[in-house]
């Protein structure tokens, strides 16, 4: 059983209730001329009824249902076009007509809806509510405000905005400035604009008025937005249509040595030339390597040529012998021969080179790992990197020095000399630039790299059977003799007292005896590990490796035979 409300002095409805209707659901009648147990004043109650899914099943208290009701009927009302009107009281107590509501819902009719005022109980705290057409209050739904005049049929008035103190502006929905809304707007909505004026009067924010400021800002800004978009469409099509920024000429006469790696292509080579200001675009360089027949022939290696050449005659002197005319140092080369060609490049007093390595090393730019070792020879051996160096007349031998070492100290860091020295059992990188030395002088061929490093490192071994830590090599004899002999006897090799004489002292020598290239610094990174101790060159061309010192005379016999020793 429903209960209507549970305020004090409420009472549960029965259907056995004088009060209740004879009607049923499809009936409508007033209630009137009952005693009611408040305060004898009459009673009256409404019917509910229920329309499909709107309703809950339940009653609402006392007041509570008059005023939803009046809320939903003027709510259905204005979404269908049509406005209700309630039969107003003077003071005194009316009782409300019943107004048959067709709902224009896909064509189903709704029916009708039973709807009766009825005063509030002093005892009730929820009759004390007026109802929504009581006499004895104010009637704040009978005002102009709830009703105003109807509108005209083919103009449908759209639901009440709710009241807030947040005014949205002007921009709420389209901006202000393209809405065309100002303070001069036509007088077809002044109604509109007078509700709107009421809700800004009860605590909303005046309409903002556009400025001359703001209107120059948004031009300011417009302008400043196509004269960018104009400069990078300019940029643009230069870049894609216009030509690439070159230089005109052969060059400004200042000489510049330039590396090309191997496999670069035309881009690569462009960006070095411009990274050392050879040419003033990348571009350029490809453009001008593309119209030249010759162009893709342009190989790796050291260039000599001039800043600010134009790209088609940076292109000419590259294909040219004039420019590849470059100090080249090759594998296994010793220092002292490197020091007589820088000398002879430059055209200065024999001995010139060596002199500025001798007291200058420090300043050449070694890594603190290759300084301050005992009983070096030289300091710099090992780091004049065999390779081919743009050295030409005026240029001062310091400066070809610092190139050398930095190419030599890249090399050896590309590689991992430093981070690998100690898991191939040696104490430094320096030792690992020396062993690779040792396979540089030794090997006769590349293939012979990797084998020629065992050796030195099964030799190496304290307590191996073979040697018992003697390199014995005739190389480190030859180095610091400054000479290259095959025909040493043992006498002359085993009493010579030297640091770097492997056939006096055990282990390897202080420093370097030479330049290693490449080939030779992986084969003491990666030795192999086949048993090797020994190795002979029968032809000078090729290397034989043996495990055992028998074996290795068997082929010492035969290459004095072959010579007729």
């Known amino acids: ?207 903002k008025r556009r400025s001359g400021m703001a209107c120059l800002v948004v031009v300011l800004v417009f302008g400043g937005g196509l004269a960018g978009v104009g400069y990078f469409g300019y940029q643009f099509y230069q870049d894609r249509f216009g030509d690439a920024p070159d230089f005109a000429g052969d060059g400004n006469g200042q000489q510049v040595s330039v590396e090309i790696p191997e496999g670069a292509d035309g881009y690569a080579i462009g960006r070095a030339l411009k990274s050392a200001g050879v040419v003033k675009s990348v571009d350029a360089f490809v453009s001008a390597q593309a119209g030249n027949p010759d162009g893709r022939s342009i190989q790796a290696g050291v260039y000599t040529l001039q800043k600010q050449m134009s790209a088609g005659s940076a292109v000419e002197l590259m294909l040219s012998p004039d420019s590849r005319d470059n100090l080249i140092i090759a594998e296994g080369k010793r220092n002292a021969d490197i020091y007589r060609l820088i000398d002879k490049r430059l055209k200065v007093k024999v001995g010139t080179t060596a002199a500025v390595a001798k007291n200058d090393y420090k300043k050449l730019g070694l890594p603190a790992w290759a300084q301050n070792h005992a009983n070096v020879k030289d300091p710099l051996e090992g780091f004049l990197y065999p390779s081919s160096y743009g050295v030409s007349e005026g240029q001062k031998p310091q400066d070809v020095l610092k190139q050398m070492v930095q190419r030599a100290t890249g090399t050896y860091e590309k590689l991992g000399v430093e981070k690998k020295a100690r898991s191939l059992g040696l104490e430094d990188p320096w030792q690992l630039v020396t062993v690779a030395s040792l396979v540089q002088a030794e090997g006769t061929s590349h293939s012979d790299f990797r084998k020629m490093a065992e050796v030195i490192y099964n030799r190496m071994k304290p307590g191996n059977p073979q040697t018992n830590g003697m390199l014995e090599f005739d190389s480190t004899y030859n180095y610091i003799k400054n000479q290259s002999k095959i025909d040493l006897s043992l006498s002359e090799l085993r009493n010579y007292d030297n640091p770097y004489n492997t056939y006096f002292h055990k282990g390897l020598p202080p420093g370097p005896i030479d330049n290693p290239g490449e080939d030779a610094i992986k084969g003491a990174l990666n030795p192999t590990d086949d048993g090797w101790y020994y190795f002979i060159s029968l032809d000078g061309k090729t290397s034989k490796f043996t495990k055992t010192n028998a074996e290795h005379q068997k082929l010492v016999d035969q290459f004095n035979a072959s010579r007729n020793n």
């Open 1 to 207: 059983m429903t209960e209507y409300g549970r305020g004090e002095g409420s009472e549960p409805w029965h259907p056995e209730d004088p009060l209740y209707g004879d009607g049923g659901w499809g009936g409508q009648q007033a209630h009137t001329g009952q005693q009611s147990p408040y305060g004898g004043q009459p009673q009256h109650y409404p019917e509910q009824q229920q329309y499909g899914d709107w309703g809950t099943g339940e009653q609402a208290g006392y007041g509570q249902a008059q005023q939803q009701y009046q809320y939903d009927q003027q709510y259905v009302a204005q979404t269908h076009g049509h406005q209700q009107y309630p039969e107003q009281g003077h003071g005194q107590q009316q009782a409300q007509g019943y107004h048959q509501q067709q709902y224009d819902t896909g064509g189903w009719d709704a029916g009708a809806h039973q709807q009766v005022s009825y005063p509030g109980d002093p005892g009730d705290p929820y009759g004390q509510q007026n109802g929504a057409y009581s006499g004895g209050g104010p009637d704040y739904y009978g005002t102009p405000d709830a009703y105003p005049p109807p509108e005209p049929p083919n103009r449908r008035r759209a639901e009440p905005e709710p009241e807030t103190d947040w005014d949205p502006g002007p921009d709420q929905g389209e901006h202000a400035f393209f809405a065309g809304g100002d303070d001069d707007d036509d007088g077809d909505d002044q109604r509109d604009r007078r509700e709107r004026d009421d809700k800004r009067g009860r605590g909303g924010k005046p309409k």
